[in-house]
């Protein structure tokens, strides 16, 4: 019963997290689609410079990516019985995870906007945070986990 309430619970954490994401992409591409007079009828709107995507987004996508096949190494490796391969795993990703949190704080002190400058700026500030509060919130989690491997609390 207990485990049958834990899993419902990740469950509907993980339809809630789907619902907040929706709903930072509906504001996107509502606002992106059809602009408004008040911020000139153009996207990104008049007097914002928008981020390339070509830069630093593009490198936290390739590290997000590189975090995910790292810990699902880490996982078949604890599967597998190797504790060694497993470990190396979760410190790769808690590695990539603080690159990723780091890059996205240079990229906010940086950022040729703010988020009082219209909706762009308000769904970007919204969208990308609330982002990086969950890569924080995981790397506690996976930095709890790798704890608990080297403390052999982990079988197959």
Same mark, same amino acid.
């Given at each position: #019963?207990?485990?049958? /309430?834990?899993?419902?619970?990740?469950? %509907?954490?993980? =339809?809630?997290? &789907?619902? *907040?994401?929706?709903? !930072?992409?509906?504001?996107?591409?509502?606002?992106?689609?059809?602009?408004?007079?008040?911020i000139?009828?153009?996207?990104?709107?008049?007097?914002?410079?928008?981020?390339?995507?070509?830069?630093?987004?593009?490198?936290?996508?390739?590290?997000?990516?590189?975090?995910?096949?790292s810990?699902?190494?880490?996982?078949? #490796?604890?599967?597998? /019985?190797?504790?060694?391969?497993?470990? %190396?795993?979760? =410190?790769?990703? &808690?590695? *990539?995870?603080?690159? !990723?949190?780091?890059?996205?704080?240079?990229?906010?002190?940086?950022?040729?906007?703010?988020?009082s400058?219209?909706?762009?700026?308000?769904?970007?500030?919204?969208?990308?945070?609330?982002?990086?509060?969950?890569?924080?919130?995981?790397t506690?989690?996976?930095?709890?986990?790798?704890?608990?491997?080297?403390?052999?609390?982990?079988?197959?």
């Amino acid at each position: #019963a207990v485990q049958q /309430g834990l899993r419902m619970g990740m469950i %509907l954490f993980i =339809v809630s997290e &789907i619902m *907040f994401f929706f709903a !930072f992409f509906w504001a996107f591409f509502t606002s992106s689609l059809s602009p408004v007079f008040n911020i000139g009828g153009v996207w990104p709107p008049a007097g914002i410079e928008a981020i390339s995507p070509w830069g630093l987004p593009l490198l936290n996508t390739i590290i997000l990516l590189s975090s995910g096949a790292s810990v699902t190494w880490a996982h078949h #490796a604890i599967v597998g /019985g190797f504790k060694k391969d497993a470990l %190396l795993g979760l =410190v790769i990703t &808690i590695i *990539f995870a603080v690159i !990723f949190t780091g890059l996205q704080g240079f990229e906010y002190v940086n950022a040729p906007f703010a988020m009082s400058d219209s909706v762009y700026g308000s769904v970007f500030f919204m969208a990308t945070g609330f982002h990086g509060f969950h890569v924080l919130i995981g790397t506690i989690f996976l930095f709890v986990c790798a704890f608990r491997l080297y403390l052999d609390h982990f079988s197959r």
